[in-house]
């Protein structure tokens, strides 16, 4: 009888074993990696709705314009992935932007959305927090080498943000060749460029403006988290509601599916595979809520998808994390 009963007994204490593991797992990474970076958007959110801070778009231009160039041009010049797993994230960063794109414009002409509402929904759809999330998540969880992947990420994602986004934001009231004209103006997609350039011919700069680059580039993340709080600080629900939670839902549970089939679907394997996964899951980026308010494109629709995507990621991405194997140290 006592032989019977271990019998029936083990799975189900196998099963509790998992179980406490996993949660444990969950919480740890919860803790460890997503608080550390919402207390820093919390004190800034505060700040915000407090009023001590109230004019936020020279910090925000002050990221699009300098900070984050030079974070990309830092990133790419200085990267050492291999060039298999670096055309690896390029080409998955640059399909999950195409393929959620398609099922974004398909939505909006099926439910009938304006050009300025399709451009806010684009918008909120396609470009993730990358770098103020996602880099900082990938360093607390896997290290410098989930940083030097993280970075290629957010470099492909800015360089569409900065360039794609743009386009997509004026376009909702500007014509082609006005559209165009405001890519071209963007920074990020040069300072890219340039460090691949760099990267490749093994060139450095001279000291005084290398150390000033790597200023510019340290300050970038702590100046995209200020941003992250501020824009929360002032996101408003309106009466497109359910436009909103239709972004968010995209964001938080279809990118995240969409991201796993497509990374097996290029055979992506171990460390670039959770980074490209789980970059591709984080939030609404706040750059898509600063250029939609640079060009006029329903920024408050924009950043309330932001505020509601933030806020979902603490689970989502926690959950994501612990389903990718992550192993806390």
Same mark, same amino acid.
């Given at each position: 009888?006592?032989?019977?009963?271990? =019998?029936?007994?083990? /799975? =189900?204490?196998?099963?509790?074993?998992?179980?406490?593991?996993?949660?444990?797992?969950?919480?740890?990474?919860?803790?460890?990696?997503?608080?550390?970076? $919402?207390?820093?958007?919390?004190?800034?959110?505060?700040?915000?709705?407090?009023?001590?801070?109230?004019?936020?778009?020279?910090?925000?231009?002050?990221?699009?314009?300098?900070?984050? /160039?030079?974070?990309?041009?830092?990133?790419?010049?200085?990267?050492?992935?291999?060039?298999?797993?670096?055309?690896?994230?390029?080409?998955?960063?640059?399909?999950?932007?195409?393929?959620?794109?398609?099922?974004?414009?398909?939505?909006?002409?099926?439910?009938?959305?304006?050009?300025?509402?399709?451009?806010?929904?684009?918008?909120?759809?396609?470009?993730?927090?990358?770098?103020?999330?996602?880099?900082?998540?990938?360093?607390?969880?896997?290290?410098?080498?989930?940083?030097?992947?993280?970075?290629?990420?957010?470099?492909?994602?800015?360089? @569409?943000?900065?360039? @794609?986004?743009?386009?997509?934001?004026?376009?909702?009231?500007?014509?082609?060749?006005?559209? @165009?004209?405001?890519?071209?103006?963007?920074? *990020?997609?040069?300072?890219?460029?340039?460090?691949?350039?760099?990267?490749?011919?093994?060139?450095?700069?001279?000291?005084?403006?290398?150390?000033?680059?790597?200023?510019?580039?340290?300050?970038?993340?702590?100046?995209?988290?200020?941003?992250?709080?501020?824009? *929360?600080?002032?996101?408003?629900?309106?009466?497109?509601?359910?436009?909103?939670?239709?972004?968010?839902?995209?964001? *938080?549970?279809?990118?995240?599916?969409?991201?796993?089939? *497509?990374?097996?679907?290029?055979?992506?394997?171990? @460390?670039?595979?959770?980074?490209?996964?789980?970059?591709?899951?984080?939030?609404?980026?706040?750059?898509?809520? $600063?250029?939609?308010?640079?060009?006029?494109?329903?920024?408050?629709?924009?950043?309330?998808?932001?505020?509601?995507?933030?806020?979902?990621?603490?689970?989502?991405?926690?959950?994501?994390?612990?389903?990718?194997?992550?192993?806390?140290?």
């Amino acid at each position: 009888m006592s032989r019977v009963f271990l =019998c029936l007994t083990r /799975p =189900c204490f196998r099963l509790h074993s998992r179980v406490v593991s996993a949660l444990n797992t969950f919480f740890t990474a919860l803790f460890t990696i997503v608080v550390p970076i $919402l207390l820093v958007a919390g004190v800034a959110f505060g700040l915000g709705k407090a009023r001590i801070v109230t004019e936020q778009r020279p910090l925000a231009r002050l990221s699009l314009y300098f900070f984050s /160039p030079a974070l990309a041009f830092q990133a790419l010049s200085r990267s050492t992935v291999d060039a298999s797993d670096f055309f690896s994230i390029v080409a998955f960063a640059f399909l999950m932007v195409v393929i959620v794109g398609a099922l974004g414009i398909v939505l909006a002409r099926i439910l009938k959305f304006d050009r300025l509402l399709t451009s806010a929904f684009l918008l909120s759809i396609l470009f993730v927090n990358a770098g103020n999330y996602g880099i900082p998540f990938n360093q607390f969880a896997f290290g410098k080498e989930g940083v030097a992947r993280a970075a290629i990420y957010f470099t492909v994602n800015s360089v @569409l943000a900065n360039t @794609l986004a743009v386009y997509i934001a004026s376009a909702g009231h500007s014509d082609l060749r006005k559209s @165009l004209g405001a890519v071209l103006k963007m920074p *990020l997609a040069y300072a890219a460029v340039l460090g691949l350039i760099f990267n490749a011919l093994h060139l450095s700069l001279p000291d005084p403006i290398a150390r000033a680059v790597e200023l510019a580039a340290v300050a970038a993340l702590p100046v995209m988290l200020v941003n992250l709080g501020l824009e *929360l600080a002032r996101a408003k629900l309106r009466d497109y509601e359910w436009r909103v939670f239709l972004a968010t839902g995209i964001k *938080l549970l279809l990118s995240p599916l969409i991201a796993l089939a *497509l990374a097996g679907v290029l055979g992506m394997e171990g @460390l670039t595979r959770s980074v490209s996964i789980i970059e591709a899951s984080m939030p609404t980026a706040v750059m898509a809520s $600063l250029i939609a308010t640079e060009f006029q494109a329903r920024s408050d629709f924009v950043t309330s998808v932001v505020f509601l995507s933030t806020i979902g990621s603490t689970i989502t991405l926690t959950l994501l994390l612990v389903l990718l194997g992550y192993v806390p140290t």
